[in-house]
Structure formats: structure tokens, C-alpha cells
């Protein structure tokens, strides 16, 4: 069977938050001869696996991350955000009347995708999808522009000939297609093979691209355990390498009635009735307010059920005892919501873009986790993640097109850059070059000597 890969290419933003002017991220690498298994090729177009992010607290890394989101939010849920009217660049008096631009290229299934979308006052103004073969042949699939209060629509040559398609191009142009609507999304809905690009792309964006914030909770992680006794050897071993004192992990289940208690009976029904009246729904999940942990909720064989997560430590004389989550540290809880990350990443083509990786986690601990991603040669998937941690910064791990800056300008707009455009030989010690302010990206700390922080209290009564 063959392999397919599924990877991010790249991103640009306009208009969006701290994102005056066009700005780019990418993977695509450069000219170094280095590390050179850190190179996925599909179509003959290499893309890098790994690539971190730094700079200073609010220049803007974070918005980075946020713009691909909220791109992912609107071509899933078919609607704009409402961050796209209410996030514009705001330090530019003519940016509130300009649009919104966006625009993503990924590979997935032997195709490399490129869409791209302009937006303004909640309506799509322009809205463009094409792929790239195998064989190099690049192929516009739709158009959309919004022009006079009118929306047209172009299709792929092949779809365009067809006369019944025709009638379907103006159904979706007159009556089914509205002005705040993607195009993408809506496509995804109609069965008709000439769409298919769409469904591939539109699976590569639900399953294929995962974003992980500071406060993300990892959901699946107690069904994963359930169901899967690799996965499970395979978290209880990584918890054990980390010195967690956790040496087994266990999955407790009750019935919603015990789990709940006396008093919840109405929640209780409801919960009973959305899983029964779904049964192609047969898991939820629902956060517990003691614990503070996502739990579990199935329909087994018309039983609700809630699965939750139980840690065991050996204590002296080798005896075992079971800790909840809420017992746990915060870098544990942070591991575990890690663990299916590190799992996919080495085994699947899957790309996971992670805001603050080292936040509650010890930076030694950090530096082997993408130290290992970094060395492993048979990886399938493709990290990216921002960072405060300069210890990261070693070209032993990373390729100059690996690391990427986000700084902002005189007029506070974020601008991106690799530390390949500095052209450093392989023997410079980059982490002091950062630290040092060689590459920017830093916070200017000097006017701290100069404050008086003093004259700000109040006099001692």
C-alpha cells in the first residue's frame, strides 16, 4: 500500500489582527545541506517536518496561529467568524474598509491544494481553489467573485462542458449559495464526482490538521486508552521516561447516574436523550467541574456510560495507589494532553501546529521530545509549534528554515522571517546570537533600568 502524505505548505494572512500587510509562513525549505531527512517530497516538492516560532510576548506568534484557525472554524462550520469584521488590523485608519485575506496550501492524496479568500463586511468577495497533479499540471477547480451584488462562480474546464452541470452551476449561483457562505464548504455538501478535491481537502482540514492551544484539553485521550492497548503501553511508557511517578494508567467507568449523583436528574435525561436519539453519536464528552478534566460519555448497548482517567503510583513497600487528575501536576496533565500527538506524529501524516509547547512543561523535557522528533528519520508527521524556549535553539536539532521570528514593526504590524535569510554557517551558537538580540524577536527591556518603579507606591502609613 502506498503512503500518502499530508502536509502543510504554507499560510498567508492580510488584514487580521497584528497582520498589516501580506505576510507568509512556510516549510518550504531552503538551500542547506543539513538534516536533510527532515524533507517530506510529494510531487517533487519538498516540505520541512518540523518549524518553531519566536518572539517577544505580543508580536505576534500567537495570531499566526489564530488566523489558520479561524480559517479551518470557517471552511468547517460553512459561516464566517465574526472575528474576520471584528480583528481587522486595527493600527491603520484605512484597514477597516479593506478585506480580509487569506490563503493555505497543503498536500494531501498525491495533490498539492491552494485556496485562497478575500473578505469584507461578511461577504466573500473573491474565493479561489485549484490543485497540482502529480504530473506538475496545475488545475483551477472553482472561482468565486463578488461583483455588483452578484455572485459568479467558475468551474474546471471538464465540469463546465457538461450540460447538466450547468444547470448545477446556476442552482448553486442563484439559490443555494450565499453571500457569507464558502463556496468550499458548500461543495463539500453535494455529492458529485467532480468534487472531489473538495472532500479530500475538506478531510485533510478535519482530520489531517490539528491545532493545540495553552488550554486545550486532549478529549479522546481516555477512548484512546480504552481502545487501543498500543496506545496505552505506549502512554504508560512515555509517562514513565518522563519521571512522572505514574506507572499505570487506568480507565474508570460508571454509570451517568453514580458519576452525576443526586440532584442532576434533568442533565442526566438530557445527556440520555442526545446520545439515544443519535446512535450514529455514541460518545460525548463533558467536562467535569471537580476535577477539571474532560470525561468520556458512551451509549454502550443503551447504557450511558462515563469513562474517566485513573493514575497509579507505587508508594513504599511497593504498594499501588490511584490519583485523579486533579491530583496530578500541571506539566503531568500537560504531557498527557501531548501524548496523542507524539503518537500520531510518529505514525500518521498528520500535521499539529501547538501554541507555547513548553507551557507547565520543564524545558529539558521539551528539548528531548523534539530532539527525538528531530533525530528520528522514519517520521510521518510534521510539527510546528511557537516558543519562549531558547534552549530549543541548537542546529543539531533544527534546520536555519526551521526557525522562524515573528517581530513587530514601527507601527506594530507583525512581519515573519526565517533565520535562513541571516545566512548563519552551522558551527554558530544561534542561541546566542538570539539572546543577544542578533536576530530580533526580543523584548526591548532596556527602559526597566531606567524606571522608578518607587514613586508608584503608596507612602508607608
Not at 451584488?149 to 452551476?169: A, D, Q
Not at 499539529?352 to 528520528?376: G, Y
Request: glycine share 4%.
Amino acid at each position: 500500500m502506498k503512503f500518502s502524505r499530508s502536509m502543510l505548505v504554507r499560510f498567508v494572512v492580510k488584514n487580521l489582527f497584528s497582520f498589516h500587510d501580506e505576510t507568509e509562513f512556510n516549510l518550504l525549505p531552503g538551500k542547506t545541506k543539513r538534516l536533510n531527512h527532515h524533507k517530506y517530497k510529494v510531487n517533487q516538492v519538498e516540505v520541512l517536518k518540523l518549524s518553531a516560532l519566536y518572539g517577544a510576548n505580543g508580536a505576534g506568534k500567537s495570531n499566526l496561529i489564530r488566523s489558520i484557525s479561524l480559517l479551518k472554524k470557517m471552511l468547517l462550520d460553512s459561516s464566517i467568524p465574526t472575528a474576520f469584521s471584528t480583528q481587522k488590523f486595527r493600527l491603520s485608519k484605512s484597514t477597516g474598509n479593506e478585506p480580509v485575506e487569506m490563503s493555505i496550501e497543503f498536500f494531501t492524496h498525491s495533490f498539492i491544494y491552494y485556496y485562497a479568500v478575500s473578505i469584507n463586511e461578511g461577504i466573500i468577495l473573491d474565493e479561489y481553489f485549484s490543485s497540482l497533479a502529480a504530473d506538475g499540471e496545475d488545475e483551477m477547480i472553482f472561482h468565486r467573485e463578488y461583483k455588483d451584488k452578484k455572485t459568479s462562480i467558475s468551474f474546471f474546464k471538464e465540469f463546465e462542458e457538461k450540460e447538466e452541470n450547468k444547470t448545477l452551476k446556476k442552482i448553486i449561483e442563484t439559490d443555494l449559495l450565499k453571500t457569507n457562505q464558502p463556496l468550499f464548504s458548500l461543495l463539500n455538501t453535494i455529492t458529485n464526482d467532480h468534487f472531489i478535491h473538495i472532500k479530500e481537502a475538506y478531510h485533510w482540514l478535519n482530520e489531517n490538521l490539528t491545532i493545540i492551544y495553552p488550554d486545550t484539553k486532549a478529549a479522546g485521550l481516555v477512548l484512546a486508552i480504552d481502545a487501543n492497548s498500543h496506545f496505552k503501553d505506549f502512554a504508560v511508557d512515555t509517562m514513565e521516561s518522563f519521571s512522572t511517578g505514574i506507572t499505570d494508567l487506568k480507565i474508570e467507568a460508571k454509570t451517568i447516574e453514580d458519576f452525576l449523583g443526586r440532584g442532576k436528574e434533568k442533565e442526566i435525561e438530557e445527556i440520555k436523550a442526545e446520545l439515544k436519539n443519535n446512535p450514529e453519536k455514541k460518545i460525548g464528552f463533558m467536562a467535569n467541574n471537580t476535577t477539571k478534566e474532560n470525561v468520556a460519555v458512551v451509549n454502550d448497548d443503551g447504557e450511558i456510560m462515563v469513562k474517566r482517567l485513573v493514575f497509579e503510583h507505587i508508594g513504599e513497600k511497593e504498594e499501588k495507589f490511584e490519583f485523579s487528575f486533579s491530583e496530578e501536576s500541571d506539566g503531568t496533565k500537560r504531557l498527557l494532553e501531548y501524548l496523542p500527538v507524539l503518537n500520531n506524529i510518529i505514525s500518521q501524516s498528520q500535521t499539529f501546529i501547538i501554541d507555547e509547547i513548553e507551557r507547565s512543561i520543564h524545558p529539558l523535557i521539551v528539548k528531548e521530545l523534539v530532539s527525538k522528533f528531530s533525530a528520528d528519520e522514519v517520521t510521518k508527521g510534521q510539527l510546528i509549534f511557537t516558543t519562549h524556549e531558547s534552549n530549543l535553539l541548537d542546529q543539531e536539532i533544527f534546520r536555519p528554515d526551521e526557525i522562524w521570528f515573528a517581530e513587530k514593526n514601527i507601527i506594530g504590524a507583525t512581519k515573519l522571517y526565517s533565520l535562513s535569510d541571516f545566512k548563519e554557517h552551522n558551527t554558530i551558537d544561534i542561541r546566542k546570537g538570539y539572546l543577544s538580540g542578533r536576530y530580533g524577536a526580543i523584548p526591548f527591556v532596556g527602559n526597566l533600568h531606567d524606571l522608578n518603579w518607587h514613586k508608584f507606591q503608596d507612602e508607608a502609613k
